[in-house]
């Protein structure tokens, strides 16, 4: 099973002078049996109008995927928490939002939305610009997780986590615990916003494939993980150089369960 986690940055090049390229061209020549994708649009205009989460499953051929907006609106700008049917999954929303997505090629049996809230606060963060980085003071957004329990024994989640010290942990191990509910062997994909492999000393979990992932032009750390509860065998996957985000994304090819 190959599985992908990559923040797409929207489907943007890493800093606005860069060329755009289509999503279509990219994720239909992508290998993957599972992904997972944070930071996507739909029906933003600075997008076209894309729902990008199901352009990239026409794109890769699959069948099974999931959209989970975690704002309506646009980020950096004017917006507000999903209510009521514009927090489902797949469903069809007029509104522009923005969010996270799992796409599978491999049958879905259940799907699950899990809330995970957000900081308060804020913090200044490195944005791209045509001058370079620059600071820049950014609010918290919601954050959500979405699940698959796939027929294939693996119930596998995805998450862009908060980048709000502290807040990210406990978000991580609200995921950790829904999950043990839940049957199956676990992954987790996503940008966690947890450097220096955190994520496998604060908690049981592993780190499947160990990459600097951020930034994409001279990665410096890793952001982006896929992690799992049980022990596997795995062999982490070179990817080739894209042209949009300003992570790399993260590729493992899980072999098996080790007993």
């Not at 160990?210 to 596997?232: C, G, H, V």
Request: net charge positive; aromatic share 8%; hydrophobic share 40%.
């Amino acid at each position: 099973m190959k599985v992908i986690s990559w923040n797409l940055l929207h489907g943007q090049p890493p800093l606005p002078q860069g060329p755009s390229t289509d999503l279509g061209s990219i994720f239909s020549n992508l290998d993957f049996d599972l992904l997972g994708v944070q930071e996507v649009d739909e029906n933003q205009p600075r997008t076209d109008g894309a729902r990008q989460v199901e352009e990239i499953a026409q794109a890769s051929g699959a069948k099974n995927w999931a959209y989970a907006r975690t704002l309506i609106g646009t980020p950096g700008g004017v917006w507000r928490k999903p209510v009521d049917n514009e927090a489902e999954l797949q469903s069809s929303q007029s509104s522009p939002s923005y969010g996270i997505g799992m796409i599978s090629k491999l049958p879905v049996k259940k799907w699950h939305r899990l809330e995970l809230g957000k900081a308060w606060i804020g913090m200044p963060l490195a944005i791209g610009s045509k001058k370079g980085m620059r600071l820049m003071y950014i609010k918290d957004e919601p954050r959500v997780c979405i699940i698959a329990e796939l027929e294939n024994g693996f119930t596998v989640a995805t998450t862009h986590l908060s980048f709000v010290p502290f807040m990210n942990y406990f978000q991580l191990r609200k995921i950790q615990k829904f999950m043990a509910k839940l049957p199956g062997t676990h992954l987790l994909l996503g940008d966690l916003n947890l450097g220096w492999n955190l994520p496998e000393k604060l908690t049981a979990w592993r780190t499947l494939g160990i990459r600097n992932t951020y930034p994409s032009w001279k990665p410096a750390i890793q952001f982006d993980y896929i992690m799992s509860k049980e022990e596997l065998d795995y062999s982490q996957i070179s990817l080739a150089k894209m042209a949009i985000s300003d992570h790399i994304p993260l590729a493992v090819e899980i072999k098996k369960t080790i007993q």
